[in-house]
């Protein structure tokens, strides 16, 4: 990322599986009175349903916030993958930081709409046309066998589907390809032949039915499915208003809907009367449509030796005293009791959970592990701050404390006396093998469609799997209870207050290029600057710069010496490129006592979501290319926000960043080319009133080239000076053969010579919402297309406007450039020269 844009273990092995199944909830959750009773409800409901689209926001908020808030069940969203091919409207991360910002998204929307979240091993790719694409890219058979995993882990009554499996085509082929294969998993999960391995952990496992979640956008409009004939499907009345919570089920959805910032996805909540549709896809029909779990007891019945407990919850529920939760204690041990001794080892799981956590919350029992530092290091020593304080008559005893990964117990035996606060310090010795905290699916190398996780336990696991962990073994009542918290780091801000963060184990060293792509147009020799950062104090080593033959480096390496923990320096080698064309990765590795460090560190910090820290390969993208330019001031718009005036820089331009508000003739004077960027007409307001002063710098000789907008919510439909209209036309095959339509044409020929070989090496897609109808001012200068589909010739439209040039062009530059893709950086100078013949 560049500164230039941002001024913005009963045994040890319950314990690990605890660490994998539970999230992490950075700061200790306060539950009110009101929020325990329906905790309560919900501690007499044995039901679950799972929910399954393509994406980060693909879900149906307000049926999942149904089925957990007024159906009180266990619900799930089952996302198949991370959301890595998105836009992102609040930062420049793509890719897969992108998707670590949408993972931590739904996590959120999850804690608000009480939801549990879970993924499959695909990765988004990219917008896909048909299912066939989907399916080959991704692995067809990695992904129903993790569906599969997680349908018999969560062991769902029921699954809905956001998408119709009967409809390739006619929508995102991530989105078909969700609903045809749970159609098939659905099936599977039930048959102990079908991925037998996963029996050591689970058992096969038959849901009841499937649904397909019926929206009014399949039907082309809100005015033709209220039309449509929809007696065949179920309409389930969502619109519950939850006097206990304050709000609707609506306005609950929203709030959740609402955490997907990186996609623009803010909405209001509504409240009254409400409708989801529903269509039964398979299993046993419904005779009460309102009810979707016909035919499943979820009550305590559906375990043996249930009923008791059935009848010891209800009179819990009915003794409840709103000003005293306390007085249920003595009950709920029993309860807790009677749950352990379960033979159903899944419902005694997840009711263990539940009643642990409503006991804490009548108790008023505040328990937290806090570390020092914000970070650690494997070997290292951590100093933990300790807090337990029972806020209830309750006679309870911190009986002993158990350190994760280590399974160390520390016996304690302290009194836990109403309103005394308890606390201390451990020190702990981090061993060697911790792993560094960072996302599990990205820490092998994957394929263009698949992550690689390896540990069939991680599957599914929504977030970064942290093993810094302390369990407090309480005893309440001659009964002890264990409850795990995992270690956190706290700070005092200024500003915010308590602020809360993860705890991270960091490598001992890490490195960054400053460049991840350093663009070469001739022979000369450049500077590489690398930041090497300390994870601990007294660090020293050496730093090698490493590339493949014909690029030479010195010198061979460079010492450091770091002498505090956070310290960071900046080390320099000269790097001299071959004589011919090259598109190569280099790769920072320091070396400190004769271990190598290959990873840098990234941190995603946003105030919706949890700070993240993210290691990937210290690398970057050297280019020698065959490269000229002509002119040297660009003034760059930012739209969304990508990574393209960087990429300018590099190319020798001088960019100049401005906000609508600050074009003006007089600020355009002297500019060569304004390049505005992604989704700028759906993004800057303001924009519409400085259109007519774009157009006279046009007029005037200039050069202005627009990049990709999306067809919903123009500030303006007059983009261009002519007329435009922008559709929903993409190319998708990255690697689709470019047809030239004019081959003289100068942004073809000037000042490089653009071949077919400029379209090779590039990544995702090749170019998206065309126009599909432009004026005669216009020349379509190539065409490209998907495999079975026409020609499409809206990629890249030229005009000439008085004595200028007007560009709109759909190809997907914002991905290309920061990639290092020689073709791109090319055509982009001809693009932004075309005003200079």
Not at 175 to 204: C, G, I
Request: net charge neutral.
């Amino acid at each position: 990322m560049t500164d230039i844009l941002y001024n913005h273990i009963k045994h040890k092995a319950a314990y690990l599986l605890l660490l994998c199944t539970v999230l992490v909830h950075a700061q200790p959750e306060k539950l009110s009175s009101a929020e325990i009773y329906s905790k309560l409800q919900k501690l007499n409901v044995l039901g679950t349903a799972l929910y399954i689209a393509a994406h980060p926001d693909d879900e149906n908020t307000k049926l999942i916030s149904y089925l957990a808030n007024d159906r009180k069940v266990r619900t799930g969203y089952l996302s198949l993958t991370r959301g890595d091919g998105g836009q992102n409207l609040i930062g420049l991360e793509l890719r897969e930081l992108l998707g670590v910002i949408r993972t931590q998204e739904l996590i959120e929307a999850r804690k608000l709409d009480g939801g549990e979240q879970f993924f499959s091993r695909a990765n988004d790719f990219g917008y896909s046309k048909v299912p066939d694409e989907t399916l080959h890219i991704w692995d067809r058979e990695k992904v129903l066998h993790d569906m599969v995993w997680i349908i018999r882990k969560l062991r769902p009554d029921v699954i809905i589907t956001r998408f119709d499996h009967r409809t390739p085509g006619s929508t995102h082929g991530h989105h078909t390809s969700s609903a045809m294969l749970t159609q098939e998993a659905f099936d599977l999960a039930a048959k102990p032949d079908y991925s037998p391995e996963q029996l050591k952990f689970v058992k096969p496992w038959q849901a009841k039915r499937v649904f397909f979640n019926v929206s009014w956008w399949f039907f082309g409009g809100k005015e033709n499915f209220e039309k449509a004939d929809k007696s065949k499907y179920i309409n389930l009345q969502t619109g519950t208003y939850y006097p206990l919570l304050g709000k609707s089920n609506q306005e609950i959805a929203a709030l959740s809907r609402s955490k997907h910032r990186s996609q623009g996805f803010g909405t209001s909540g509504t409240r009254g009367d409400d409708m989801e549709y529903l269509e039964l896809t398979k299993g046993d029909e419904l005779k009460d449509r309102q009810n979707l779990f016909e035919g499943v007891d979820i009550s305590w019945n559906r375990v043996r030796g249930g009923k008791a407990i059935a009848e010891a919850v209800d009179a819990v529920i009915k003794s409840y005293d709103f000003t005293n939760p306390s007085a249920s204690l003595p009950a709920l041990i029993k309860i807790y009791t009677a749950i352990s001794r379960l033979e159903d080892s899944h419902w005694r799981a997840i009711k263990q959970n539940e009643v642990k956590d409503i006991i804490a919350a009548c108790a008023g029992l505040y328990l937290e592990a806090v570390s020092e530092n914000q970070s650690v290091t494997p070997g290292g020593l951590a100093r933990i701050k300790w807090e337990a304080i029972n806020r209830s008559t309750a006679q309870m005893k911190l009986a002993s404390m158990v350190v994760l990964p280590e399974n160390k117990t520390v016996a304690q035996a302290v009194a836990l006396q109403d309103n005394v606060v308890q606390d201390g310090l451990l020190e702990i010795n981090v061993p060697e093998k911790t792993a560094y905290t960072a996302p599990y699916w990205l820490q092998e190398k994957g394929t263009a469609g698949m992550y690689r996780v390896d540990d069939l336990q991680k599957i599914g696991q929504p977030d970064i799997i942290r093993e810094l962990a302390l369990i407090f073994n309480i005893n309440i009542s001659g009964i002890e209870i264990p409850f795990e918290r995992t270690v956190v780091y706290k700070t005092s801000d200024p500003v915010y207050g308590e602020v809360y963060q993860p705890l991270d184990v960091v490598p001992a060293v890490t490195t960054k290029l400053l460049h991840k792509v350093q663009l070469f147009k001739d022979n000369t020799p450049q500077q590489a600057s690398i930041k090497i950062k300390s994870g601990k104090d007294n660090c020293s080593g050496i730093l090698r710069f490493e590339l493949p033959r014909g690029w030479k480096v010195t010198p061979a390496s460079v010492p450091f010496e770091l002498l505090k923990k956070g310290s960071e320096v900046i080390v320099h080698f000269e790097i001299t490129p071959p004589p011919v064309p090259s598109e190569v990765t280099a790769r920072a590795v320091a070396v400190v006592d004769g271990k190598e460090y290959d990873r840098e560190q990234i941190i995603i910090n946003y105030p919706h979501i949890y700070n993240q820290q993210v290691l990937l390969p210290s690398a970057a993208k050297f280019t020698k290319a065959d490269l000229k330019v002509k002119g040297s001031r660009v003034a760059y718009i930012m739209g969304a926000g990508d990574n393209i005036p960087e990429s300018l820089k590099q190319m020798g331009y001088e960019v100049i960043l401005l906000t609508p508000e600050g074009i003006s003739a007089e600020a355009l004077k002297g500019i060569d080319a304004v390049v505005v960027g992604i989704r700028a007409y759906n993004t800057l307001d303001n924009i519409i009133y400085k259109q007519q002063a774009l157009f006279e710098y046009v007029a005037n000789g200039g050069t202005m080239v627009v990049q990709y907008n999306t067809t919903g919510d123009l500030v303006t439909r007059d983009i261009a000076p002519y007329p435009l209209r922008i559709s929903r036309d993409r190319v998708t095959d990255e690697n689709a053969p470019v047809t030239f339509l004019e081959p003289s044409h100068p942004v073809l020929n000037y000042p490089n010579k653009i071949t077919v070989k400029d379209f090779e090496g590039w990544v995702q897609e090749q170019g998206l919402y065309y126009p599909d109808q432009w004026s005669g001012e216009f020349t379509a200068v190539l065409s490209s297309n998907d495999k079975g589909e026409a020609p499409k010739k809206g990629g890249l439209l030229v005009a000439k406007y008085g004595k200028g040039y007007y560009i709109y062009t759909g190809l997907s530059f914002f991905r290309e450039l920061p990639e290092g893709v020689s073709g791109a950086y090319r055509l982009m100078a001809n693009l932004i020269g075309i005003g200079k013949l």
